[in-house]
């Protein structure tokens, strides 16, 4: 079963400030990779997904996410984040065999003036 | 609906009552999700719905935790004999198919405390 680590349970950075969030996963022949948000209050919504071709994927809100096959990495960056931008992120990963999403623990982030 | 609806959206029960939480998925989608989100922990998963069939029940932690589907629309996760460690947030999430690679779309939450 496809299992996700989440390296940092809080992540703080100032305003303006590039951020990483490092999420690794369980190896598997083929996986499909997601990073959902859930800001104060709300629900989880979509960032970006990572199926196949291109190992960069850009999402909402100017975050991007590299695949990165040999390290079984799908970490989050966006380079100048905002006040808005402080929110729980979580990293997904299925297989492809037609089975739920796999959540990993979630990062806190949170942007400070 | 224009997203995942779930009722209620907070309840404090008594240690031992039973609940029943209720989940409204986008108009559509066959399969359905539920997801428990405690403090620390991350979403945990649960049980998945394809149409009124439920292919895993494995994620459920103890027999008192069921959940059905009905008309292939609502579903509802029963916890009966509630116990303190049941508090947490129940999401449910919805998607066109089961099939990986889909984006699912949560709905906002179920709160429960166990008192």
């Known amino acids: 079963a496809q299992s996700v680590t989440q390296l940092d349970s809080q992540v703080p950075v100032f305003e303006e400030a590039p951020v990483e969030l490092r999420c690794n996963y369980s190896s ?5 990779l997601f990073w959902y948000v859930q800001y104060p209050n709300q629900g989880l919504q979509l960032l970006l997904k990572y199926l196949s071709g291109s190992t960069l994927v850009k999402g909402i809100n100017g975050f991007e996410a590299e695949f990165n096959k040999s390290q ?6 966006k380079p100048s984040v905002h006040i808005s931008d402080t929110a729980e992120y979580f990293c997904a990963v299925s297989d ?9 623990k979630g990062t806190r982030l949170s942007v400070i003036a | ?31 359905l999700y539920w ?20 292919p895993d029940k494995s994620g459920l932690p103890s ?8 008309g292939g629309s609502v579903s509802t996760l029963t916890i009966q004999r509630t ?3 049941d508090s947490a947030v129940y999401l449910c999430a919805s998607s066109p198919l089961i099939l990986s690679g889909n984006t699912i779309y949560f709905g906002e939450g179920s709160w429960l405390t166990v008192v």
Do not use: M, W
């Not at chain 1, 598997?28 to 499909?32: A, E, F, G």
């Open chain 2, 1 to 31: 609906g224009a997203g995942v609806s779930q009722s209620p959206s907070n309840k404090v029960t008594e240690k031992g009552k039973d609940v029943e939480l209720r989940c409204d998925p986008i108009s559509g989608h066959t399969a």
């Open chain 2, 63 to 70: 027999d008192r935790f069921s959940a059905e589907r009905t």
């Open chain 1, 28 to 32: 598997s022949v083929s996986v499909y």
């Open chain 2, 83 to 85: 116990q303190q460690e």
């Open chain 2, 35 to 54: 997801y428990r989100q405690s403090l620390g922990q991350g979403l945990e998963f649960l049980i998945y719905f394809q149409g009124n069939s439920a």
């Open chain 1, 72 to 77: 079984t990495s799908f970490h989050l960056r």
């Open chain 1, 96 to 104: 492809s065999g037609n089975t739920p999403l796999v959540f990993g």
